[in-house]
């Protein structure tokens, strides 16, 4: 079974761009959620995707933040236009039953870095 | 709200020594909690959980148990590896036996050497 994958794995990017990430779920899991670690401080929920449907959008930081997850598959964190403080790893995760029996299964994360 | 405290890192040990790692939380109801690991350039692995007051979690010679009176989920091993570095966190879920919508610590580096 393929894992959670996550792209690109590094992004440098200007002040004032747009960056969008992508994570491709494990196939079937119809639980997608966003993560993200500012260095040095805790991981950070974003949201959470039932299906294509979101679930708890929350921990979105501001409304220069924009994910999308349409057909239900995979999802894309959009950052535009990106400021310094959202540099940091964005983490994805998927599971079949909310992590109910085997908690969620991660991806390696995308590291952002905006200069 | 809930919230995760881990004791700060980085923790250096030498191989086959002793690991406490404390973790302290507050939550309303009664959370799951987890031991989430990060090697070197891989994602997040659950490395272990408890679902209850007084559940112990174990996996590989890891174990943590849920102490509900005093708000902790410490994570200790008898005698670690040079492949046991690593950054650990410790999370709760906000759901009872669920890991829906995890808070996380800030995470601990452990540094084994030779």
């Known amino acids: 079974e393929a894992g959670v994958t996550q792209f690109p794995s590094h992004s440098v990017i200007e002040k004032g761009q747009t960056v969008t990430l992508r994570c491709d779920p494990i196939?079937?899991?119809?639980?997608l959620y966003w993560y993200r670690r500012v260095m040095g401080k805790e991981i950070k929920f974003l949201l959470h995707?039932?299906?294509?449907?979101?679930?708890?959008e929350s921990g979105m930081p501001n409304n220069r933040f924009l994910a999308e997850r349409t057909g239900g598959t995979y999802s894309t964190l959009k950052v535009q236009p990106a400021e310094l403080e959202d540099s940091g790893v964005y983490f994805c995760?998927?599971?079949?039953?909310?992590?109910?029996?085997?908690?969620?299964?991660f991806g390696s994360g995308t590291r952002l870095t905006v200069v | 709200g809930n919230s995760v405290t881990q004791m700060e890192g980085p923790v250096t040990l030498s191989e086959e020594a002793f690991l406490t790692i404390n973790c302290t939380y507050t939550a309303t109801g009664y959370p799951s909690l987890f031991w989430y690991v990060q090697y070197p350039g891989e994602g997040l692995q659950l490395l272990l959980k408890a679902t209850k007051a007084d559940d112990k979690g174990s996996n590989k010679g890891f174990e943590a148990t849920y102490r509900k009176e005093t708000t902790s989920f410490h994570l200790e091993k008898g005698s670690v590896q040079v492949s046991d570095s690593a950054v650990y966190f410790c999370?709760?879920?906000?759901?009872?036996?669920?890991?829906?919508?995890?808070?996380f610590g800030t995470g601990t580096r452990l540094q084994v050497t030779l």
């Open positions: 999370a709760l879920s906000d759901r009872p036996g669920t890991a829906s919508k995890l808070t």
């Open positions: 995760a998927s599971s079949q039953d909310r992590g109910r029996m085997s908690g969620y299964t």
């Open positions: 995707f039932v299906k294509e449907s979101k679930q708890d």
């Open positions: 196939s079937g899991h119809d639980n």
